[in-house]
């Protein structure tokens, strides 16, 4: 099977912020694996299936508002109905306040915040796509 990827990128806003200092709650990268999980089971099924399980959620580092995160899944095993997959948060762009209200740096290299795995499932009268597996 080739391998089956999503990439998200987006950058977090001032809505997104949820605790002081402008910084964006953890649950808000879980709820973009949620949307790149979607993604993986379109191009695997063609279908949105369901996300049953987290079995693993790791937050690494603080996200701000005026961050920019990229957010990737990859599929990682097919079964009859489940789809195993792996996650990652990637913050790429940094928000410099302390330079000025505009500021912001491109990263070097991208700093993980996030990493999860989790399980989906798409029925089999759902399936549109043939997978081999």
Known sequence: ??????????????????????????????????????ELLIKCDGDEGLFC?????????PVYAGDYIEAYGEIEKIGNTSRTMKF???KVIVSRPDISASAADVLAEPVVVCRAHGTCVTPKDCQRNKIEK
Not at 53 to 61: M, Q, S
């Open 53 to 61: 399980a987290y079995d693993n959620v790791e937050f690494l580092a």
């Open 88 to 90: 990652e948060a990637r």
């Open 1 to 38: 099977m080739e391998k089956m990827t999503s990439l998200l990128r987006l950058r977090m806003s001032a809505k997104d912020a949820h605790y002081g200092g402008n910084l964006v709650d953890g649950a808000h990268m879980v709820h973009l694996f949620g949307d790149v999980a979607t």
